[in-house]
């Protein structure tokens, strides 16, 4: 990794404050804590594995990193990609694995959706996480994803209900913590194209034409009514106006 200015230095010292903002709010990471980071390849995870580096500078909690990529055999990356990952991670000093996996098991007879590529990456996350050792897995979801997972859920679920900066699983054994619930995809895109982290072009089938692409556009459509939309419907669900809501029918 090249020497960095002290612009950029600057850039990722503020950066990492904001995802600061989100840990520290919900108590993500506590000391001794050994957080395991789910890597796609993509400049979110890349943008996170770089904050929490940079945090450990100045904050009074010692905490362990590793982190592992999850690559489907049936969409590979490039040696080059690999490549890029690999010594990104090593410059961080934080120890990388990369699984090689099918989408599905081989008795699965149906098609590829998100729902079970979502679902098999985080049971090898939740595998992955147990073999070293680690209670804490951390993904690089950000406000803006949060904010169009509660609208996915009350578009296509009737429910409202969203996507949790900390998620606890197996009676509170592991958990999934998002730390950049608090900071939205443009600050990301910022620091991903200053930094030019080693993002992987995405292999997703259905990239640009899921629920979620459709939930972004609405989403961006919005915010030029209101600059504020995104972290309105972020923020609803801890500002639940219970009066106007329908009494509990059990």
């Not at 997703?204 to 309105?232: W, Y």
Request: net charge positive; proline share 5%; aromatic share 8%.
């Amino acid at each position: 990794m090249n020497p960095r200015s002290p612009a950029d230095e600057r850039l990722i010292e503020r950066f990492a404050h904001h995802v600061g903002r989100g840990i520290n709010r919900f108590s993500m990471i506590g000391p001794g804590d050994r957080v395991l980071i789910g890597v796609s390849g993509g400049k979110d995870s890349l943008a996170l594995s770089l904050a929490l580096v940079a945090r450990k500078r100045w904050v009074p909690v010692d905490y362990e990193l590793a982190a592992v990529q999850i690559e489907w055999t049936e969409y590979p990356q490039t040696a080059e990609e690999r490549g890029a990952i690999e010594r990104f991670y090593a410059d961080l000093g934080i120890p990388f694995a990369r699984l090689a996996a099918t989408i599905h098991p081989p008795w699965w007879k149906r098609g590829f959706s998100c729902y079970t590529c979502a679902r098999n990456r985080k049971r090898l996350l939740f595998d992955e996480a147990s073999r070293l050792g680690c209670r804490t897995i951390a993904l690089g979801h950000h406000l803006d994803d949060i904010a169009e997972t509660t609208l996915m859920n009350l578009f296509f679920r009737g429910e409202f209900s969203t996507m949790m900066p900390v998620q606890k699983f197996f009676g509170g054994k592991l958990k999934i913590i998002r730390p950049m619930c608090e900071v939205r995809s443009s600050e990301v895109d910022r620091v991903a194209r200053r930094l030019g982290l080693p993002v992987v072009s995405s292999r997703c089938p259905n990239a640009g034409k899921n629920q979620r692409g459709l939930m972004r556009e609405i989403m961006r459509t919005a915010s030029r009514v209101d600059k504020h939309a995104v972290t309105n419907v972020y923020g609803a669900a801890w500002r639940i106006n219970r009066e106007y809501l329908p009494e509990d029918e059990s």
